[in-house]
């Protein structure tokens, strides 16, 4: 199928085979033609409604990513919420990577996926940025991840591997970044694989220790990093709630923020916004009551990454 004429007119910005295949404006789409490298990962897209955008223009990349036995079909209408509308609405693109293992599960727990350009999933997640950038008028200088448990897990890895790509991250009901890792050289593991003392919040470490781990993933990184929005339910039964404090010492210590006070009933009832620093770098919104599954607050999200 050729292109329609109009998207032939931004040629210059797209000279893309990718948008020839079929990928729909509007519509969650498979695109085909991302070679899926260093892990088979697919990469699935929504464009707003209105693309390619008149006059031309770059548009912020949204990375959205799924929990353990979801996928990118799933994950897009999860809880339904608004990121495709809004997309719409702000013209944002959003890219839905869907993960490589049966379970559905993101690999969070190999040096490889952890360290930059290490050649995992994390890597595979980038891969998808630059082709995005490259075929899809995606903008460099505004990109973020968002993610729900395995995927909040993954949005933390991001951020602590290529604060290079990312400018922003949230992480809905995750872990520390790291915190995941599973030492294949402990009997019975493997990986991608699951690390329970994390998982059931008995990891405890300084803010120094975890700002560490961070920096030791891209250790020849001077730059800053991307900043960081903590959510989790205090009733978790499945990533507990100590993980909320420790992901919060990990980026305050990246981010040499300090801890300046909540406020409760923000954005909603029941849930307490903690500050850091000036509020512009790391948030961490307390959801009493809440168990895994945190309802994403895109415009809150959306704020924090000024596309609002
Ligand atoms: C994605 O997940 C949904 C819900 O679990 C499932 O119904 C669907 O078959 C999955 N799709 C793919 C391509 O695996
Ligand atoms: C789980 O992670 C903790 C630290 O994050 C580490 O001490 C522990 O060895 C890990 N467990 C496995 C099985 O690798
Ligand atoms: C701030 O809120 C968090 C999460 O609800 C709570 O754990 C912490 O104790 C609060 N800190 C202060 C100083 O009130």
């Not at 994950?75 to 013209?91: C, I, T, V």
């Not at 379970?103 to 727990?109: K, R």
């Not at 809150?300 to 000024?306: A, S």
Request: net charge negative.
């Amino acid at each position: 199928m050729r292109a329609p004429s109009h998207l032939l007119a931004i040629s210059t910005l797209l000279t893309s085979p990718a948008l020839s295949a079929a990928i729909t404006p509007g519509t969650l789409s498979l695109v085909p033609s991302f070679p899926s490298i260093p892990t088979a990962a697919k990469m699935y897209i929504y464009l707003p409604t209105s693309f390619p955008p008149s006059p031309p223009k770059l548009l912020p990349i949204l990375v959205a990513i799924h929990h353990c036995n979801g996928n990118a079909t799933s994950y897009f209408r999860f809880m339904n919420n608004l990121y495709p509308s809004l997309a719409d609405s702000l013209q944002y693109l959003i890219i839905y990577p869907s993960a490589p293992t049966t379970g559905g599960c993101w690999d969070v727990s190999s040096l490889a996926s952890l360290t930059h350009n290490g050649g995992g999933d994390s890597q595979t997640i980038v891969n998808m940025i630059k082709y995005a950038i490259e075929n899809f008028n995606g903008d460099p200088d505004r990109v973020f991840a968002s993610g729900t448990s395995s995927g909040a897990m993954m949005a933390n890895v991001l951020a602590g591997a290529y604060p290079d790509v990312f400018h922003a991250v949230s992480a809905y009901s995750g872990v520390p970044d790291g915190c995941f890792h599973v030492d294949t050289a402990l009997p019975g593991t493997n990986n991608p694989g699951w690390n329970r003392t994390c998982a059931e919040g008995l990891v405890v470490k300084t803010g120094q220790e975890w700002g560490d781990m961070v920096r030791g993933y891209f250790p020849e990184w001077k730059g800053g990093y991307p900043r960081v929005m903590i959510w989790h339910g205090t009733e978790d039964d499945v990533l507990r709630y100590p993980n909320y404090a420790e992901a919060l010492k990990q980026w305050s210590n990246v981010h040499g923020v300090e801890f300046v006070g909540n406020v409760t009933d923000d954005p909603e009832r029941g849930y307490t916004k903690s500050a850091y620093g000036d509020g512009t770098k790391v948030v961490g919104y307390s959801a009493k009551g809440v168990g895994h599954n945190v309802p994403i607050h895109e415009l809150v999200e959306l704020e924090f990454y000024d596309l609002v």
